[in-house]
């Protein structure tokens, strides 16, 4: 299943498409980083990495002048920059 249904517990299942996941893109900007409910995701995300032979499974990216403050727990993790417009 792809998508989430009514009813259904949207934090579990939200870990459980992390789980199942072969890459976690994570979107950063000022309302992520303020989101309660990103940071328990983002946090599920780098517990999954441990468990993972793919050590860039957690992939943030931002496309501001430069990213919102990182957590100390992201700065191991580069984050890309991803242009507004292609050139």
Same mark, same amino acid.
């Given at each position: 299943?792809?998508?989430? %249904?009514?009813?259904?517990?949207?934090?579990d299942e $939200? !870990?459980?498409f +992390?789980?199942? &996941?072969d890459v @976690?893109? $994570?979107?950063?900007?000022e309302n992520?980083?303020?989101?309660?409910?990103?940071? !328990? /995701? =983002? /946090?599920?995300a780098? =517990?999954? %990495?441990a468990? %993972?032979?793919d *050590?860039y @499974? #957690?992939? *943030? #990216?931002? =496309?501001?002048?430069? *990213?919102?403050? +990182?957590? &100390?727990? $992201?700065?191991? #993790?580069?984050f890309a !920059? #991803?242009? $507004?417009?292609a050139?």
């Amino acid at each position: 299943m792809r998508k989430l %249904r009514s009813g259904q517990r949207w934090s579990d299942e $939200l !870990k459980g498409f +992390i789980h199942r &996941a072969d890459v @976690f893109q $994570l979107f950063w900007s000022e309302n992520a980083a303020a989101s309660r409910y990103v940071e !328990k /995701k =983002w /946090k599920h995300a780098l =517990w999954e %990495r441990a468990t %993972r032979p793919d *050590p860039y @499974f #957690v992939r *943030p #990216v931002y =496309w501001t002048p430069e *990213p919102a403050p +990182i957590p &100390a727990e $992201l700065h191991p #993790v580069h984050f890309a !920059k #991803v242009p $507004l417009s292609a050139p």
